[in-house]
């Protein structure tokens, strides 16, 4: 099952890709988190990367589709791959069709979370993400067990840099203008399916579990 998670940032791509990595035992490939880790990491790519990050802008496709195409190459996504926050241009949903191509293997579906901006915002604002592994939580919606502390790995969580209000607003608008293009591009290639994304948590869970047994 190779599924594209397509939605504006704090729509829910990241909780929901975790919890189909766990059911069906496939990657989740989420190009934020590998950039995060690239920052931390101090890699050139992340020195690179970190001041288009900050600023709630794109980093540039042909850092973003490389490090697609490589991860895709890799055994583990033999059976199938979650694709998280990818692609978010045309020209990196085109780069992507040409390496499916090439790898033989062809898009399963697209699954588009639809979410109200108020909601995103406040979703964003209350988010906490674990320092170490990347999962994300929520202060009110997907509170951690004990507080500050990651339930997967006991990491430290902390807030995001481009998660406050002012970096959400600019990349809310990056969003509005180079990714909601992708919406028509695949409703036209029939591979979108909408989600309703303002439902709980396990709802959305289970409207994606119910479109993919259509599949
Ligand atoms: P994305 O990966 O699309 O940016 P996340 O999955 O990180 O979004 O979710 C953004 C924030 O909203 C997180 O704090 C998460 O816990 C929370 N969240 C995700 N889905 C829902 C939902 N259906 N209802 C309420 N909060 C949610
Ligand atoms: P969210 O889902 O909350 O928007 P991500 O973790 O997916 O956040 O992305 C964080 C940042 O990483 C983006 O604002 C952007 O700077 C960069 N980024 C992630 N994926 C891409 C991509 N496909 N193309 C360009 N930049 C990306
Ligand atoms: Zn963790």
């Known amino acids: 099952m190779n599924l594209i998670l397509l939605g504006p940032p704090g729509a829910g791509k990241g909780t929901q890709a975790i919890m189909l990595t766990d059911r069906f035992g496939i990657p989740q490939i989420s190009t934020g988190e590998i950039l995060r880790s690239a920052v931390k990491e101090e890699t050139p790519m992340g020195v690179k990367a970190k001041s288009f990050m900050d ?39 085109d780069a992507l069709k040409d390496n499916l191509r090439d790898l033989e293997k062809d898009l399963t579906a697209v699954l588009a979370l639809e ?17 170490q592994c990347g999962r994300g939580y ?10 500050g502390q990651c339930d997967v790995c006991g990491g430290e969580l902390y807030q995001r ?7 959400i607003r600019k990349r809310m608008e990056v969003y509005d203008s180079q990714t909601t293009p992708l919406v028509d591009y695949y409703q036209q290639q029939g591979l979108l399916t909408r989600i309703n994304g303002m439902q709980e948590i396990s709802v959305v869970q289970e409207k994606i579990l119910a479109t993919l047994r259509t599949f």
């Not at 979410?115 to 320092?131: H, Y």
């Not at 840099?161 to 970096?167: G, Y």
């Open 55 to 93: 600023a709630g802008a794109l980093v540039p496709d042909a850092v973003v589709i490389g490090i697609v195409l490589e991860r895709l190459q890799k055994a583990d996504c033999k059976p199938g791959f979650i694709l998280d926050g990818f692609p978010r241009t045309v020209a990196q949903a």
């Open 115 to 131: 979410v109200d901006n108020d909601a995103l915002v406040e979703r964003l604002t209350g988010r906490r993400t674990c320092r």
């Open 138 to 147: 929520h202060l009110k919606f997907d509170p951690p067990r004990t507080a």
């Open 161 to 167: 840099d481009d998660d406050r209000e002012e970096t």
